[in-house]
């Protein structure tokens, strides 16, 4: 029987280095993350792999799972605890070894393998880490399968079993790598800039981009687990201002940004210009759909509303489902409905064959733009951003909110907002056209302006983001709508930033 996970223990004490510590708060909707050493120690580790285990043997799988870490100072002894813990478990390991975490999704079916438990902190600061795991590929586990794996592991619950071994296989990022090139060269010679932020990608983007024919630019690619210059976070400003900087000083045709754990790819055009992840999505829908017609694409509900409004989408056909924010949500949202693709605002994509295979991959979205300016041999990225419709949006707005009220606060919000749609009342002054409320509320107006309410899935936060294709007087209407609904709560704080 293993021990019951204490929530807190002391550092450099008997009891911390005897009995497992494991947060509460680290099981999220779809992944798992702790500050390591504060929130989760090696045993605490030990007693999440046993109860990963449990839940594989569970659900019915053959009791095989792929592991792999990112480059961070400890993330190799985390996930050896990780193995001593599944292989209690009866589980069978293979044990890739330092990846990128679309290297460890791309395992699971190169080696026939259902389950993957990649330990990674994704782009979160040093001290962090995690554990992004799934059982039936290519998907990752939702709240269902995390509310069960943390009563499993909190309860003690986690079941030993023999049978359980461990293999690494040896040389599996070239076959990676591999995979990834072995497709035409592009006919076209781009300079590329590679930012990887010294994180994991860098061990991988540069040789990929040169695999398929760009001259590449590496940028801040030797790996470096402190982190020396700026956090590997694709959405980050310091990351995206020294990219863009980069691209306008080599004069290169696009600018890729690699996360920590290579699954996301931010994007810079020529005119160094930061292209935000919804709108790159629309640049590569209006691709994608010209050769595949009436395609259906899966965007989060913080995603731009051009991609039910644009004009190249509606002639191409395309099919917009507006879904919950989450990259398991929309990894499983395009799955379910064979989608070719699938984009989220902050920049996990998804495709699926003839692209990719259905996982979060930041190196196949940075082939897929590349091919995109291959099939556009006479534009410029930036040519391709300056054809998209004018928006006008806000940035990510973040008002705090205790996690024990966010929920009944948006739930009230929604059926504020449903009411007035039934009464046919206004909202920044129009008719109430459409109402996505999969995910708090995302409430559109005639004229296309939009505004949203949902809360943060990992922090106490509600999340806020407005977009008019009309005017910026326009957005400042509905965020003032969004905000009078919000103001009614004393418990809701002020923004992390406004417009």
Known sequence: MFPTPKPALTPNTFEYESEPMVKPTGFREYDARWLFGKELNLMGVQALGLGMGTIFHELGIKPEVVVAHDFRSYSASIKMALVTGLMAGGMRVKDVGLAVTPMAYFAQFALDVPAVAMVTASHNENGWTGVKMGAARPLTFGPDEMGRLKDIVLGAKGKTRDGGSYEFIAGFAETYMADLTSRPKLKRKLKVVAACGNGTAGAFSPKVLAGVGCEVIPLDCELDHTFPKYNPNTEDLKMLHALRDEVLRTKADVGLAFDGDGDRCGVVDDEGEEIFADKVGVMLARDLSALHKNSTFVVDVKSTGLFMTDPVLKANGVKADYWKTGHSYIKRRVTELKAIA???????????????????????????????????????????????????????????????????I?????????????????????PIRDLVTVNGVRVTCEDGTWGLVRASSNKPELVV???????????????????????????????????
């Open 410 to 430: 948006v739930d009230n919000i929604v059926k504020k907002f449903e009411a007035a749609k039934a009464k046919g009342e206004k909202v920044a002054g129009q």
């Open 342 to 408: 699938g984009f989220e605002k902050s920049g996990h994509f998804f495709f699926n064959p003839p692209i990719g295979r259905g996982y979060d991959d930041g190196l196949i979205s940075a082939l897929a733009i590349c091919d995109m300016l291959d099939r556009n041999p006479d534009k410029k990225m930036s040519d391709l951003r300056k054809a998209l419709p004018r928006t006008w949006g806000s940035p990510t707005m973040s008002p705090h909110c205790a996690d024990e009220a966010k929920y009944g």
């Open 465 to 499: 983001v407005v977009e008019s294709p009309v005017s910026e007087a326009r957005m400042r209407e509905m965020f003032a709508a969004v905000d009078a609904a919000l103001r009614e709560y004393p418990e809701v704080g002020e923004y992390n930033q406004k417009i």
